[in-house]
């Protein structure tokens, strides 16, 4: 087998992921201009009306579009009705933070779900975290509080909007 087509797939993948963060990051400054107009709930609300034409779109250009009952049937009603408000809830912190704190601020504190992965793996999966993944997790965990700096003037309670949403997430 040859390296060229495992190349092209890690390209493909790279980019697939940076043109996600980019997305994902005009989303975020799109966010931050219209909170002066909008409250969270309607952006939340408008972004996922919207969001779901890209969504359609993608399957339909797929051919995974099918409106068979069977493949509208849900297997786990109860987990998909839990996902979708734990991610609802995510949103609404996510967007209440970008429109009180400065956005570096909010992706530097987003990226705390690292830990939350990590800690429900452990929990839920049981799987096993070395040492040097503990130590990556202090480290972060220490960055974290430096950032929000408990008990000074500096601290409000909206900085942990961003890691309840990482949480949620």
Do not use: H
């Not at 040859?2 to 043109?19: D, R, V």
């Not at 005009?26 to 919207?50: C, H, K, P, T, W």
């Not at 429109?99 to 799987?127: C, D, K, M, P, R």
């Amino acid at each position: 087998m040859s390296g060229a087509p495992i190349q092209l797939m890690s390209f493909k993948a790279i980019g697939l992921i940076l043109l996600t963060i980019l997305c994902f990051d005009v989303m975020s400054i799109l966010v931050r201009i219209l909170s002066a107009d909008y409250s969270a709930q309607e952006l939340s609300a408008y972004r996922n009306v919207f969001g779901i034409l890209p969504s359609l779109a993608l399957l339909i250009w797929t051919g995974e579009l099918r409106f068979k009952a069977s493949a509208l049937k849900i297997a786990n009603p109860k987990l998909a009705l839990g996902r979708g408000v734990v991610v609802a809830f995510a949103q609404l912190f996510f967007y209440s933070a970008l429109s009180q704190l400065e956005l570096a601020t909010v992706a530097t504190l987003g990226q705390t779900n690292a830990f939350f992965v990590v800690i429900l793996s452990v929990l839920y999966l049981g799987e096993k975290v070395g040492i040097w993944r503990i130590i990556a997790l202090v480290i972060g965990f220490a960055g974290v509080v430096w950032i929000l700096r408990p008990g000074s003037d500096a601290f409000s309670l909206v900085a942990i909007l961003p890691v309840a949403a990482a949480a949620c997430y």
